[in-house]
């Protein structure tokens, strides 16, 4: 079990190796939580003291199995295994997908009646599988620290050229996930990086700027059309026609992160399209997240550019109250199934809906609180992509909400 005050995307190597983590600092939509529920690994953040009151060689069990609060109980826990049908887990209207971005741990999930993938975050796969700055592998010779650039000498050895080792690690890394799904959909969300994590990639230091709330900067879709970076988003996109088109994985579809207007839909929508990825060409779907409020009011103009939106509830909750997402002090005021949210839900559905476009929600809300998802069933939800370790007590959630008449 690691115990520290908290983690950041260099940790994964780490986190891969633990069995449970708790940090004194964090809040549910922090890189830790985030990255343990990816690989399905327990996880208690802001527990105050955790590091004096835990000690080297302790045996302890950590327990999140109930409702928002972890504990940490003194001895090993006796644990009851209980083996489930498969054949027993309810049918749904309702889609439930998972999300997952971890290609090592695809195969493990196999065996669950999933509908596919909903969400494999691009920047999750870039860090694990590649670790270097997709602009210091194109331009290494501007990458001014010396063991960075003989680190990026040594990963890319071999190889025709370092844009290469890029495209073919990730495009290995995406057909793996849509393999274990096929021919299911799973869904790539492109890389929405924010620079505080851009610069800790090998050589990001030399292509990022100093943002002073790189949640609210240059992130998601600004990125993708900018002359600093549209190269690197041609990699990506070559990454993924890769995986479609050579490798065969065509159940693969698109969704483009931080989307601000339907202005920038467009830039975004014609570099797919210079990089080969045409929306409906080959059944090419391209999504969208809603997690900017402008998502919500422009909806109809969304809905003539994208097949559908996933609802991204953790930044849609942080710009609907201005609370800081990662701030532990207002962790208390950060509420994504508050009544606001609801009804912005709710007005998404409906317009999506008018247009023939579905919604689904990624998220733990759902797996959360079981009437939120009865209330996201009531409102038509499409799909709901969830953790894998949630995924069976949300079938059984919506499955009652559904049998209750909550589904129209």
Not at 292 to 305: G, H, K, M, T
Request: hydrophobic share 40%; proline share 5%; aromatic share 8%.
């Amino acid at each position: 079990m690691l115990v520290t005050s908290d983690t950041g995307p260099d940790w994964l190597p780490v986190l891969e190796r633990v069995s449970a983590v708790v940090t004194e600092h964090g809040t549910r939509t922090s890189h830790t939580a985030i990255a343990c529920r990816e690989l399905g690994i327990p996880a208690i953040v802001d527990a105050a003291g955790a590091i004096t009151g835990l000690r080297d060689g302790d045996p302890v069990t950590v327990y999140c199995a109930e409702g928002d609060v972890g504990f940490v109980y003194e001895g090993f826990a006796d644990v009851q295994v209980t083996e489930i049908n498969p054949d027993s887990i309810p049918i749904t209207r309702t889609r439930i997908m998972l999300n997952l971005a971890n290609p090592a741990a695809a195969l493990r999930w196999q065996g669950l009646p999933a509908d596919g993938i909903g969400l494999a975050r691009m920047e999750f796969l870039v860090r694990n599988l590649i670790g270097v700055h997709p602009m210091a592998l194109l331009y290494p010779g501007r990458v001014t620290d010396k063991e960075e650039r003989k680190r990026i000498s040594e990963l890319t050895a071999g190889w025709q050229n370092p844009g290469t080792y890029f495209t073919e690690a990730l495009a290995q890394g995406i057909a793996q996930l849509a393999a274990s799904q096929y021919p299911k959909p799973v869904t790539v969300r492109t890389s929405d990086f924010k620079t505080n994590e851009q610069i800790k990639l090998i050589g990001g230091r030399d292509f990022e700027p100093l943002e002073a709330n790189p949640m609210l900067g240059w992130r998601g879709a600004s990125r993708y059309y900018s002359a600093e970076f549209r190269e690197a988003f041609a990699l990506e996109c070559q990454a993924i026609r890769t995986a479609r088109d050579e490798i065969g994985m065509d159940n693969l579809r698109i969704m483009i992160p931080f989307c601000r207007t339907p202005e920038e839909a467009d830039k975004v929508l014609d570099e797919l399209s210079a990089n080969g990825l045409v929306r409906g060409k080959g059944g090419l779907a391209v999504y969208m997240t809603a997690e900017v409020p402008a998502n919500i009011e422009l909806a109809d103009e969304f809905s003539e550019r994208f097949d559908g939106f996933s609802i991204g509830t953790n930044d849609l909750t942080q710009l609907t109250f201005g609370v800081d997402r990662d701030s532990e002090s207002l962790s208390e005021l950060f509420n994504d199934h508050h009544e606001a949210i609801k009804r912005m839900i709710t007005r998404l559905i409906d317009t999506a809906h008018r247009h023939g476009r579905e919604v689904g929600l990624c998220g733990q809300a759902p797996s959360d609180h079981p009437e939120f998802a009865a209330f996201l069933v009531h409102c038509g939800i499409d799909f709901l992509s969830v953790s894998p370790d949630s995924f069976l007590r949300v079938k059984e959630q919506v499955a009652r909400a559904e049998s209750a008449g909550a589904a129209p």
